[in-house]
């Protein structure tokens, strides 16, 4: 067996030529520390894993300080699932409800079921434009690789190929983790796409080439075999959070009057906790009886 990657990485390519872009990523380490974060169950965290996934994929189709927000919400135990990601490669992820109790089916989890049926994959995309971009697309198998490419074709007419791979180890904890997108540019010719299609039916899953040691390097070029590319972008995935104390007080400061009056009369502190890093702010009764002082300066 090959040395594993000692750390998550996205490689981005262009065919040479310009009819074909794709992205490979490793995204083991961040899934196995975002569902930590999350303590997600066995079929959560391949549920979730693949959507953080998905969102690092997107990740690579932005540039400067442009971010891109995938939400899933449907009928299914797990309820709703979130992952952001920016142009450099730092991601974050939540889920709703973390524990989902399904058995697996054929020695598969059961991700359709406890993601749900009927739902919808909402995309959001900042810009740096006065306001974002959204799009949204009906879940057509809720097993999400299928649905990103679902939304590729009908929200932005770009012909994709989306996989995502997510493996367990016997203890239930993220033994390999990554996926690809290939997107077929304008005018791309129909033999090329021909070779592609034979190409990704005879191709292993991702996750179990990962789990060999693969790099993304190398599993770009086995997509393209015979095809001549260029690597345009190389760099490390890694978790990130920006929540932050001053972010908490400005959503505090955002309740009703009444509300944050209620809070401050308690003998407790309040705990809020961040829903991605689920790190803890705490306030007192006297600040927050400060925050709703500074509240009525400013009204």
């Known amino acids: 067996m090959k040395n594993k990657p000692t750390s998550d990485q996205l490689i981005r390519i262009m065919s040479d030529d310009g009819s074909l872009r794709a992205t490979v990523v490793s995204t083991t380490q961040l899934v196995a520390e975002i569902c930590q974060r999350q303590q997600t169950d066995p079929t959560a965290t391949v549920a979730l894993g693949r959507l953080v996934t998905a969102a690092a994929l997107m990740g690579s189709l932005l540039k400067d300080d442009q971010r891109v927000a995938l939400s899933i919400e449907a009928n299914g135990p ?150 001549p590319f260029t690597v345009q972008t190389e760099y490390p995935l890694t978790f990130s959070c920006h929540c932050s104390q001053q972010q908490v007080i400005k959503m505090l400061q955002s309740i009703p009057a009444d509300d944050l009056l209620e809070l401050s009369e308690r003998s407790e502190n309040t705990e809020i906790s961040c829903e991605y890093c689920k790190n803890n702010y705490s306030f007192s009764p006297l600040e927050l009886k400060g925050l709703l002082t500074t509240e009525n300066k400013q009204s």
Do not use: W
Request: glycine share 6%; proline share 5%; charged share 20%.
């Open 78 to 227: 797990l309820q709703k699932l979130q992952a952001e990601s920016d142009a450099s490669g730092t991601i974050r992820g939540t889920i709703k409800v973390p524990c989902c109790n399904l058995p697996p089916v054929d020695n598969q989890f059961d991700v359709a079921n406890a993601i749900g049926k009927a739902g919808f994959l909402h995309v959001v995309k900042d810009l740096g434009l006065k306001e974002p971009y959204r799009g949204m697309v009906q879940l057509s198998t809720s097993e999400v690789a299928e649905d990103l490419a679902h939304y590729f074709t009908t929200s932005e007419q770009t012909p994709t190929s989306v996989a995502l791979g997510v493996t367990l180890n016997k203890d239930a904890k993220v033994a390999a983790s990554g996926g690809f997108l290939i997107q077929a540019l304008p005018d791309c010719d129909n033999s090329i796409l021909d070779h592609l299609e034979h190409t990704l039916k005879n191709f292993s899953a991702i996750s179990t080439q990962l789990r060999e040691g693969s790099t993304p390097l190398e599993i770009v070029a086995k997509l393209m075999t015979a095809i």
